[in-house]
């Protein structure tokens, strides 16, 4: 048995888990600050790490202490070094590297959205190659080829914006507070998403453009919070619809060009219920595996940075304590160690 400690503080949650075996998760906690950052109507990058520093050592320790676990059983620390905001990258960082020296444990340096690209793994330990890894997150919307585990080639990113960054920007603009993201999905159950025809591209930030065109025509946009009109119910479901049907799209294109059947759909609008039928509803048409990871794994937590620390450790691949963070790390791009 091989037990991995995650460690992950990118943006706004403090995270760390126990998993053993690659997808055998024994526990997950998670510090949201959502509430904190809610009043700024997004994430305030300083108050973000101040945070981190106050959590980071009791999230740890409940990680362990709800595993049953301590560091005698563990084999390595996993840890998240970019993308990210910096000075939350770096409490986490700092966090593992202090572990890693005191307890003579493997550093495992692990790219945020390989983390990602892990979470389907923990629902779903039987992926199988090549296969296709859309993450969807608030900072990303990549594409990625796995002709093989471990193999990232980009092949599709968004243009300007990421999916989740314009989910969050039409939430704000409409007064649907933050994150946007949640919201919409929600209300747009009952709402009529063929009201307005919102252009289809990989160009997000585009589409929020067009929402705000149509929000101002309209008198619809809020400062603040409010109680959401039917009108604004229409706007946001056709707004979800566009940014549904274009990640669809362009992934399913992409399955056709690199004659790909398994697709891997990750990052925190990968909990998009929308977004979750009309890949079902594809599969099924199209006779493709798409995989999801459980809602639980979806948005940025620690199990999945373990769960992609072990293909390091299996690897050899072990980070010098001198590691610094990388706000801007890619994937695909040279590995660490
Ligand atoms: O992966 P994640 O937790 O953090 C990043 O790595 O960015 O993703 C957060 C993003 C936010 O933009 C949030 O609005 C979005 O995921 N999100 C959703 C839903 N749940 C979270 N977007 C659409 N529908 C949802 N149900
Ligand atoms: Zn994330």
Redesign the pocket.
């Known amino acids: 048995m091989t037990r991995i400690v995650g460690i992950e503080t ?4 403090t995270a760390a888990a126990v998993v053993d075996d690659r997808s055998h998760v024994r526990s997950s906690v998670v510090a949201s600050q959502i509430d904190v950052h809610r009043a700024f109507g997004g994430v305030v990058p300083e108050i973000a790490a101040r945070r981190h520093i106050e959590a980071i050592d009791v999230v740890i320790s409940q990680a362990l202490e709800q595993a049953g676990s301590s560091w005698n059983d563990v084999d390595g620390v996993a840890v998240t070094y970019g993308p ?1 905001l910096v000075g939350c990258l770096l409490v986490g960082l700092c966090a593992a590297k202090a572990i890693a020296w005191q307890r003579e444990l493997p550093l495992l340096a692990v790219n ?2 390989e983390g ?1 690209v892990r979470s389907a793994f923990i629902e779903h330990p039987d992926i199988e190659f090549p296969a296709l890894a859309l ?6 919307t990549s594409l990625y080829l796995c002709p093989e585990e471990d193999v990232y080639r980009g092949i599709a990113r968004t243009r300007d914006d ?7 920007k039409v ?1 704000k603009l409409l007064g649907l507070g ?9 209300l747009s159950r009952d709402a009529n998403e063929q009201a307005y025809d919102f252009p289809l591209d990989f160009s997000f930030s585009g589409l929020k453009t067009a929402v705000r065109q149509r929000a101002q025509q309209e008198g619809l946009v809020t400062v603040g919070e409010a109680t959401p009109t039917q009108r604004v119910k229409d706007m946001v479901a056709s707004f ?1 619809k566009a ?1 549904v049907d274009a990640l669809v799209e362009r992934t399913l294109r992409a399955c056709r060009q690199e004659s790909v059947r398994t697709v891997l759909v ?10 979750r039928a009309a890949f079902a509803e594809v599969a099924e048409r199209e006779g493709l595996r798409v995989c999801f990871p459980s809602p639980r794994y ?4 620690a199990a999945m940075i373990a769960a992609a620390g072990f293909l390091h450790l299996e690897r050899g691949r072990l980070a010098p304590l001198d590691l610094n963070a990388d706000a801007n790390l890619k994937l695909g791009a040279t590995l660490v160690g």
């Open positions: 990118s943006c706004d949650e990210g945020h959205l990602h993450v969807v997150s608030g900072g990303h990421a999916a989740g960054e314009a989910f969050d939430g933050y994150p946007g993201g949640p919201e919409i999905d929600r979800q940014v990750t990052g925190g609008v990968a909990c998009n219920s929308r977004l979806t948005t940025d937590n």
